[in-house]
């Protein structure tokens, strides 16, 4: 079968290093700057690399992989960093509205091991660094973010700025399992807590919530608690969602870890890869319970940067 598009581009991508089991490529990319559908907090998102090796056993993302023809397991070991990301986000930048929020790793972590060696995340961050009154969260699960604390301090100043560090258990027993390569929960707690020490508003998000696994009042509970305690301002909290090629992963590790559960999960995700409005209507409400005990709030905060204080000059009457 003949290759087109991404998957075209995949293929002759250039092997930029093989280590373990784990191989980086090089893509090349058209844009960096991606829409969201309607109805999402952000408009726009990025995603320096293809691929995650933090190897999470629930990841939605998988299914990017099956664009470039690989199969859900190879996105995490076939990594692909996107060439120019830094020149590509300046000219789409320039022509995408200030309000419009922009959301970076939504597919992928932007600080996963393959950022220590190719530096794509923060050559994005030094472009938004030279910007004035965008809107930019970044998810991550890595305390690798604090390598670039200086940069989004620069940021945080003239933009508005939120982290959200992906949190979904206490229990260091069960992340390991769900979240084989990615750092411990205490070890984002500390991010958590430095990011915020150093002005940066900083959320924790429990996603994705796991029936039965992760979605106990308690357990969500002493996980706000201690989101609070760091420093964080607000709280996620959305349901899991299992598309088949995360089914694919997702369903053998139940059956081997969570017998009991993986049967039920099969009759719950058969027709959909969403669970029941019943559900999610009593997390929703569970998880507000669990923010309004904390005083947590339940999305980005909009904050004033000091060096931004509105509509540019020239915005609506370009100077002559
Ligand atoms: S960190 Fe995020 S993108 Fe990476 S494997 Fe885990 S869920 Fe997927």
Redesign the pocket.
Known sequence: MALVGIARLAAASELLEAKRAVEYFELPARSILNRTRPNMPFQWTINPYRG?????K?????YTHEFMELDAVE??DKIYAKQATAELLRQELARTGRKEHIAL?T???PY?PAERRFGRTRAILEVFARERGRFLGI????DLVLRDLDLLCEIARANVLGVNL?VTTLDEKLARLL?PR?PRPALRLETVRRLSAAGICVSVFPN?IMPGITDGERALDRLARAARDAGALSFGGGPLFLMPSAQKVFFPFLEKHFPDLAPKYKASFARSAYLSKAYKDALRERVQRIRDRYGLASGMIEYQPELWAGEEQGELFPLQ
């Open positions: 995650c090796e933090f190897g999470c629930y990841c939605y993302a998988r996105f995490e790793g597919a992928t972590d996963q998810t991550t699960k890595s992906t979240e990615a994705p």
